[in-house]
Antibody
C-alpha cells in the first residue's frame, strides 16, 4: 500500500531553519517525481518544489534560494530543508508523488508555523 | 509563476449541475493536456478527481467530468449532492521548471 507520512513541522521563529521529511512506503521515491506543495491557513494550494527521477530540482520563485529539496534513497525519504523562514512560509506542507498523473498520491501534511 | 484563475465561489441545488472554470495561458493550460482537478474538504488533504483534462482516477464517480478549450479548463459536477460541498482546485503542468501551477480555488456550495 502506498503511504506518504510528513514529519518535522512545528513552530519556528522568523529567520530560522526547519527540515521536513516525507517517509514513503509501497514504492521507491527515486523512481518517481516527488514534490512539495503547501497551503497557508485559509488559502489555496501552492507548488513549492519538485525533484525529478534523474535528480534535477526546481523551485517556486517564492522559495528559490531558501529551500532545498532532496531525497535519501537508503531511507526512501524525501526532505525539504527550509532556511531563512518568513511569516509567509506558514502553511501545511504536503509531499506528493507523480503530480499530473494517475499515480499521483499525497500525504496528510505537516504544519509549519513561522512566528515570534 | 502566475496562478490559474478560478471563480471564488459556485453553487447549485441538489441534483443540478455546476461547472467551474480554470483559465491559464498557452504556457500551462493551453500548452499541455495535463490539467488536474482536486476536491478538498476542511482539514483534509486534496483528493485527485480529474487528471489529464478528462480522466477520472479509480473510485471517482462519473458525476465528475473535465474538459478543456484553449487556455480554459472546466470541471462539471452533475447530480449535485450534499457531500460535493468542498473547495475545488485546478492545476496544470507548466513546464519542467514551473512544474505545477494551481488555481486559487473555488468554494462549491450545495444549496
Amino acid at each position: 500500500e502506498v503511504q506518504l507520512v510528513e514529519t518535522g513541522g512545528g513552530l519556528i521563529q522568523p529567520g530560522g531553519s526547519l527540515r521536513l521529511s516525507c517517509a514513503a512506503s509501497g514504492f521507491i521515491v527515486s523512481d518517481n517525481y516527488m514534490s512539495w506543495v503547501r497551503q497557508a491557513p485559509g488559502k489555496g494550494l501552492e507548488w513549492v518544489s519538485v525533484i525529478y527521477r534523474g535528480g534535477s530540482t526546481y523551485y517556486a520563485d517564492s522559495v528559490k534560494g531558501r529551500f532545498t529539496i532532496s531525497r535519501d534513497n537508503s531511507k526512501n525519504t524525501l526532505s525539504l530543508q527550509m532556511n531563512s523562514l518568513r511569516a509567509e512560509d506558514t502553511a501545511v506542507y504536503y509531499c506528493a508523488r507523480d503530480m499530473t498523473t494517475v499515480d499521483e498520491y499525497w500525504g496528510q501534511g505537516t504544519l509549519v508555523t513561522v512566528s515570534s | 509563476q502566475s496562478a490559474l484563475t478560478q471563480p471564488p465561489s459556485a453553487s447549485g441545488s441538489p441534483g443540478q449541475s455546476v461547472t467551474i472554470s480554470c483559465t491559464g495561458t498557452s504556457s500551462d493550460v493551453g500548452g499541455y493536456n495535463y490539467v488536474s482537478w482536486y476536491q478538498q474538504h476542511p482539514g483534509k488533504a486534496p483528493k485527485l478527481m480529474i487528471y489529464e483534462v478528462t480522466k477520472r482516477p479509480s473510485g471517482v464517480l462519473d458525476r465528475f467530468s473535465g474538459s478543456k478549450s484553449g487556455n480554459t479548463a472546466s470541471l462539471t459536477v452533475s447530480g449535485l449532492q450534499a457531500e460535493d460541498e468542498a473547495d475545488y482546485y485546478c492545476s496544470s503542468y507548466g513546464g519542467s521548471n514551473n512544474y505545477v501551477v494551481f488555481g486559487g480555488g473555488t468554494k462549491l456550495t450545495v444549496l
